[in-house]
């Protein structure tokens, strides 16, 4: 138990020098077209030394915030900012998926048509119907990775609050802050690691295993190569499923930030009490709510 505690102080002590060796140093891990540093990427991009790195971020920026909350806020508005705008930006995939779906009906039912071939800018790009249809599934998972923390942002997940709701304002605060460090963070953490490797297994070959070392890993980069999965599950059909694995990665990122965003969040509100409940918070509003801002701004107004 005394050598974890002592590997943890060390490995902490050392995260402020492996991220400034990281910042001068971005060709080393930063230039794809040289094997060694994709594998440093690939190594680094799911190590401890990345987690120790993170962990001393969020450390430094939450004791700052104790001192200067209204920098702990700007941090908030910006993560919950940012999954706004990927969330709004993706939500359209939806309009995507439904034009995209009518159009394949329409193409197969009536005017019996073999494929579908696009080319805006010149380049001609065919496929058939059967690889449009499976696509939608693409169009799905976009929705769903990219969407998940704009709708907690949102407030739209389904909560059971048997306990939750019955409790005071700032033990409500105290169970979020509690929920995002023991819960969220280690459950989306455990994901990623997995996520990463399994991403990784499809765009290159050798398959890069998560229990290696970073010297064999320099070894190994000799015959590491490309080799971005294109099998599809009809002979026909959609062949970019390595797609799905960047999308669970992107996935557990933007929680793993939104989980920062829910404790620095929580923390704030029980400090400053229920009158700073929602404080900061952009969220779409619509149908009765939306009609009630527009009458009030036009009352203010008038």
């Not at 005017?111 to 449009?132: E, H, K, N, Y």
């Not at 390595?242 to 923390?267: D, E, G, N, P």
């Amino acid at each position: 138990m005394l050598d974890m505690i002592l590997w943890a102080i060390i490995e902490l002590a050392m995260a402020p020098v492996n991220i400034v060796t990281a910042l001068i140093n971005p060709g080393s891990w930063l230039d794809w077209s040289n094997p060694e540093s994709l594998s440093r990427f690939i190594y680094y991009g799911a190590s401890v030394e990345l987690f120790f790195a993170l962990f001393f971020i969020f450390s430094i920026v939450t004791i700052v915030g104790f001192f200067r909350r209204q920098f702990l806020w700007g941090c908030v508005r910006v993560l919950e900012g940012f999954a706004n705008a990927i969330g709004r930006t993706a939500a359209w995939i939806g309009l995507l998926m439904v034009l995209q779906q009518v159009m394949i009906v329409f193409l197969q039912r009536i005017f019996r048509v073999p494929d579908i071939s696009f080319g805006p800018f010149g380049i001609t790009f065919t496929q058939d119907l059967s690889w449009w249809a499976e696509e939608l599934k693409l169009y799905n998972a976009i929705v769903v990775t990219l969407c998940v923390t704009y709708t907690f942002v949102q407030g739209g997940h389904v909560r059971v609050d048997l306990v939750y709701s019955a409790v005071k304002f700032r033990t409500k605060k105290v169970l979020d802050m509690l929920g995002s460090v023991f819960f969220m963070l280690p459950v989306v953490t455990l994901t990623y690691l997995y996520a990463w490797f399994f991403m990784w297994r499809h765009l290159v070959v050798p398959n890069p295993s998560a229990s290696g070392t970073l010297e064999r890993m320099l070894m190994q980069s000799r015959a590491l190569r490309w080799n971005v999965e294109t099998i599809g599950f009809s002979p026909n059909g959609f062949n970019a499923y390595f797609l799905f694995k960047v999308l669970i990665v992107a996935y557990c990122v933007l929680v793993f930030l939104q989980a920062w965003s829910m404790f620095w969040r929580s923390y704030l509100e029980w400090k400053e009490g229920e009158a700073s409940a929602g404080k900061y918070l952009d969220r779409d509003v619509q149908g009765d709510e939306a009609q009630e801002l527009e009458h009030a701004t036009h009352s203010g107004s008038t």
